[in-house]
């Protein structure tokens, strides 16, 4: 499998544009989770699904956050309009549900955004 | 108090010591316990995972659950340079939590 897979790699915007991150999650994977990572708040989860529903939104900072998963291996994190304060890496996890437990989740590379 | 509070760091350790790690977390109905390694510019990748209380080892790396405690912890025996990342531990359950990091520097 090629892992979760994370696109763009790097997005550079300037303020009020909209930002599209996208992800595909590992085949099989039930779970996909939106993270969002600086330096001065560290990992931050944003919002999660399950079977392609979104559970808990409860992380994302503002309405100006949207995120989406039309089918089991596709889900977006829009941003609209960005702001110089959404520069942060973010990152797409995937993961299963064990029987009695939850497994690990295996993250995608990262978006690096950049705001203008 | 924050779900999951993590010695925040940075922690530096000789070469050959043994680092070690720590976690406490508050949601008793965790089940799920893993540690994350993650280098400078790159993703989060698992190293350890744990379920129940007692010690699991895997090479150099021991993780320890004390669920009456509420702590788990990461210990890194013979450390070498290449342990030289930030840490995280994720306790998942009814929620999913993650530690804010701790910054180990290994020093040759």
């Known amino acids: 499998d090629a892992g979760v897979i994370q696109s763009p790699r790097h997005e550079v915007t300037e303020m009020g544009q909209e930002v599209t991150l996208r992800c595909k999650p590992i085949s099989g994977h039930d779970y996909l989770f939106w993270y969002r990572q600086t330096m001065m708040r560290g990992l931050e989860l944003l919002i999660y699904?399950?079977?392609?529903?979104?559970?808990?939104d409860s992380g994302m900072p503002e309405d100006r956050f949207s995120a989406k998963m039309p089918n089991a291996s596709f889900s977006t994190l829009k941003i609209q309009p960005s702001e110089p304060r959404d520069s942060a890496v973010y990152f797409c996890?995937?993961?299963?549900?064990?029987?009695?437990?939850?497994?690990?989740?295996?993250f995608g590379p990262g978006t690096r955004l950049t705001v203008l | 108090q924050k779900e999951v509070e993590q010695n925040s760091g940075p922690l530096s350790v000789p070469e050959g010591a043994i680092a070690s790690l720590n976690c406490t977390y508050s949601?008793?109905?965790?089940?799920?316990f893993f540690w994350y390694r993650q280098y400078s510019g790159k993703s989060p990748e698992l190293i350890m995972s744990i379920y129940s209380n007692g010690d699991k080892e895997d090479g150099r790396f021991t993780a320890q659950l004390n669920k009456a405690s509420q702590y788990v912890s990461l210990l890194i025996r013979d450390s070498q340079p290449s342990d030289s990342a930030t840490y995280l531990c994720?306790?998942?359950?009814?929620?999913?939590?993650f530690g804010t990091g701790t910054s180990l520097t290994v020093i040759p």
């Open positions: 996890a995937s993961s299963s549900q064990g029987a009695l437990s939850y497994n690990e989740q295996f």
């Open positions: 994720d306790i998942t359950g009814n929620q999913f939590y």
């Open positions: 699904f399950n079977n392609n529903v979104p559970i808990d």
């Open positions: 949601d008793r109905g965790s089940q799920s």
